[in-house]
Nanobody, 129 residues
């Protein structure tokens, strides 16, 4: 059974950095379509932040491109999201998610959280101005 557990959230000032990690267990992470999503408040749809497919291709949501980096450590079965130059509007609950395959063009997947089967519990990121 696949499990996903995020960590690394916290509170930082604008301009600061955080690195989120996602430990993937029950299977081999490199086989999956992995993504980071965020939700700004309960009831709001989760929006895609970054996607990494099994070939190593990536895509980013426009507002984070150039500031966030998604990467994978296959040896540790872990996904990372390095977040630089954080802004107050990045404040959200961040989720790691996995799908059996990237069934759509990567950029489309940013708006399709329903394509992802496995989710963690989320880790909170708060950026103050």
């Amino acid at each position: 059974e696949v499990h996903v557990v995020e960590s690394g959230g916290g509170s930082v000032q604008a301009g600061g950095s955080l690195t989120l990690s996602c430990v993937f267990s029950g299977s081999t992470i490199s086989r999956y379509c992995m993504g980071w999503f965020r939700q700004t408040s309960s009831g709001m749809k989760r929006e895609g932040v970054a996607i990494l497919d099994s070939d190593g291709d990536t895509t980013y949501e426009d507002s984070v491109r150039g500031r966030f980096i998604i990467s994978q450590d296959s040896a540790k079965n872990t996904l990372h999201l390095v977040m630089n130059n954080l802004k107050p509007e990045d404040t959200a609950l961040y989720y790691c998610a996995a799908a059996d395959e990237c069934a759509r063009p990567l950029f489309w997947l940013l708006a399709k959280p329903e394509d992802y089967t496995y989710w963690g519990q989320g880790t909170q990121v708060t950026v103050s101005s």
